[in-house]
């Protein structure tokens, strides 16, 4: 079946640090690759996307590549802020099963000044 | 951008009773709702999707008895938890989907999340 697995959280790093947040998957056919963001008290938001293999999303300072060879699409930022503190989920996305995503299991980032 | 809104954003309610929980985008059509449960450190669970005019599609495992959708409109969903118990205590989410500006996008926007606690 359809899965993905994300890197156990909490998460917590020094402002600036480097922020790698694995995600693996495990899909038949071909998914576009989605990562979403959960402020405290707020609703989940698209922060990058990626639609084929070897496509890289970006936004806000963040980027994953999408690789096929290694079923990945790890989150990474090079210097991350107390404001991305958060919880972060993988997700798969099918267009042709109506629009489902399928979420990792969510991993929190907690940045200290 | 696209807001989807939820109400209420929390509610306690005693066992065996029903509770209601709307879902609204509020600037834009929704021609897709979906319903998640997200618990405590966990994933976000697809419970249904439902289009509007016609029956939702539970996942595997969610009771349609237990929670029931109506998607009236294109703006609004709502999901009412029926006899509820403790164990339907969680955290509900709602995301909505407006059509695609291009083949193969997803413009799927979710709701704040209402917590249920039932006693």
């Known amino acids: 079946g359809n899965s993905v697995t994300q890197m156990e959280g909490p998460v917590t790093l020094s402002e600036e640090a480097f922020l790698t947040i694995n995600c693996t998957y495990t899909?038949?056919?071909?998914?576009?690759l989605f990562w979403y963001v959960q402020y405290p008290g707020e609703g989940l938001q698209l922060l990058l996307k990626?639609?084929?293999?070897?496509d890289k999303g970006s936004n806000k300072g963040f980027e994953a590549t999408y690789r096929k060879e290694t079923t990945s699409f790890h989150l990474e930022k090079g210097s991350v802020q107390v404001s991305d503190s958060a919880v972060y989920f993988c997700?798969?996305?099918?267009?042709?099963?109506?629009?489902?995503?399928?979420f990792g299991q969510g991993t929190e980032l907690s940045v200290k000044p | 951008g696209a807001v989807v809104s939820q109400h209420p954003s929390w509610v306690i309610c005693k066992s065996g009773t029903s509770v209601k929980i709307e879902c609204r985008s509020l600037?834009?059509?929704?021609?897709?709702m979906f319903w998640y449960r997200q618990f405590p450190k966990q994933s976000l669970m697809l419970m249904a999707t439902?289009?509007?005019?016609?029956?939702?599609?539970?996942e595997q495992g969610v009771e349609k008895d237990k929670f029931l959708i109506n998607h009236a409109s294109l703006t609004l969903s709502t999901l009412t938890v029926t006899s509820a118990h403790p164990e339907d205590s969680s955290f509900y989410i709602c995301?909505?989907?407006?059509?695609?500006?291009?083949?193969?996008?997803?413009?799927?926007?979710f709701g704040p999340g209402t917590r249920l606690t039932v006693l």
């Open positions: 995301s909505a989907r407006r059509r695609p500006l291009k083949t193969g996008g997803n413009e799927q926007f």
């Open positions: 899909a038949t056919g071909y998914p576009s």
């Open positions: 990626a639609t084929k293999a070897d």
């Open positions: 997700a798969l996305y099918f267009y042709n099963q109506g629009g489902k995503l399928i």
């Open positions: 600037d834009f059509q929704a021609t897709t």
């Open positions: 439902s289009n509007e005019g016609s029956k939702a599609t539970y």
